[in-house]
């Protein structure tokens, strides 16, 4: 358990290489939900990975009942494992009609650094589906990089360059790229195992094409929320807020 608890921790620093603000992130995120839904209600994180929002949820609010959905098998076996029957842990495919099968009401949806991976078709059927599964008065996080278009080519220089630099100061004190924290997980005797699955699932799946925050905002409100807006943002990282319609709060 240690050893996978460490792993966590791993991709908890290579994640920061590659998100500069991640932590500041989370902690926006955990602000807004405190101050819409309340601590002490059923939050959905979307693409969960090894449970690092997750996480900081319970943490934060220990009364909250987490259900936590992602499609990669290996990342789902360390959410389970690490998070202790604290949360509830899901496979299923956020492409598949059918992923919010789960019971009971919701009053939020979170997702960070997960869905940049839809393409903006399938985006926006999330969206929907989010919407239709949120309690009257719920709430959508959704923080990741929304990147800078030709509209923007001096900032989007500028986060390039700040991304480099971020990078780079991270991997020389040490912390794991991708590929090494992968290659690490893969050996692990009790992730090994679903690295097949792993490589079956994804084999088909290709890069989405990047988005604007105009883009996911638009696509908020095509969705049927009522209010959508940026709650937080340093340069090309986002967390975007939106609100369904109809009464909820602390």
């Not at 690490?184 to 988005?211: F, G, I, K």
């Amino acid at each position: 358990m240690n050893d996978l608890a460490d792993l966590v921790r791993r991709w908890d620093d290579q994640q920061a290489a590659y998100v500069a603000g991640r932590e500041q992130r989370f902690t926006a995120m955990l602000d807004v939900l405190e101050l819409t839904v309340g601590a002490d209600r059923t939050i959905v994180d979307l693409g969960c990975g090894p449970g690092s929002l997750s996480r900081r949820i319970l943490d934060r609010f220990p009364g909250a009942r987490v259900v936590a959905i992602d499609y990669d098998p290996v990342l789902l076996t360390l959410a389970r494992e690490t998070l202790g029957g604290r949360a509830t842990v899901l496979d299923a495919d956020l492409t598949d009609p059918g992923w919010a099968s789960f019971d009971g009401e919701v009053a939020a949806m979170v997702s960070t650094t997960a869905l940049h991976w839809l393409r903006p078709d399938q985006l926006i059927r999330l969206y929907t589906q989010v919407h239709e599964r949120l309690s009257p008065g719920g709430v959508l996080l959704d923080g990741d990089h929304f990147r800078f278009d030709a509209r923007d080519a001096a900032l989007r220089r500028i986060a390039a360059d700040h991304d480099d630099t971020t990078q780079r100061a991270a991997f020389a004190a040490g912390a794991e790229d991708w590929t090494a924290w992968w290659t690490a997980a893969s050996t692990h005797p009790t992730l090994a195992p679903h690295v097949p699955a792993r490589e079956r699932r994804y084999a088909q799946r290709v890069s989405a094409p990047e988005t604007t925050v105009e883009f996911r905002l638009a696509a908020l409100r095509q969705s049927g929320f009522a209010a959508a807006g940026p709650v937080w943002q340093f340069l090309d990282d986002y967390v975007v807020w939106a609100q369904k319609q109809g009464e909820t709060g602390p």
